[in-house]
Nanobody, 127 residues
Framework: QVQLVESGGGSVQAGGSLRPSCVVSGRIYSSYCMGWFRQAPGTEREAVALRHSDGTTIYADSVKGRFTISQDKAKNTLYLQMNSLKPEDTAMYYC?????????????????????WGQGTQVTVSS
């Protein structure tokens, strides 16, 4: 069983940066799609940044050029470097994983394809 534990959220002013992390433990299969979703109150959960095991990375249009997803395999940790933060980035950020999915489904970023979730870490950006 895989477990995901996020940390590193917080409160910053617009233009600031944060780097949440997600420690992955348990049995990790060689084929996966992992990444970050976010959900603000009253909105649907949306994919922010995903990474397939073949190295492909996918970003939501709203964060391209500002957010970077990275992985430290030695530490089994996934990161989300968030720069130039905006108030509209305020949300609960969740780490998620899906195994044995092809890169096409990973690119789809559908939350229903992800069966493993962390507890979330809050990111608040003030203007």
């Amino acid at each position: 069983q895989v477990q995901l534990v996020e940390s590193g959220g917080g409160s910053v002013q617009a233009g600031g940066s944060l780097r949440p992390s997600c420690v992955v433990s348990g049995r990790i299969y060689s084929s996966y799609c992992m990444g970050w979703f976010r959900q603000a109150p009253g909105t649907e959960r949306e994919a922010v940044a995903l990474r397939h095991s073949d190295g492909t990375t996918i970003y939501a249009d709203s964060v391209k050029g500002r957010f970077t997803i990275s992985q430290d395999k030695a530490k089994n940790t996934l990161y989300l470097q968030m720069n130039s933060l905006k108030p509209e980035d305020t949300a609960m950020y969740y780490c998620a994983a899906s195994f044995f999915v092809d890169v096409g489904r990973c690119k789809g970023g559908n939350s229903y394809d992800f069966g493993t979730w962390g507890q979330g870490t809050q990111v608040t950006v003030s203007s």
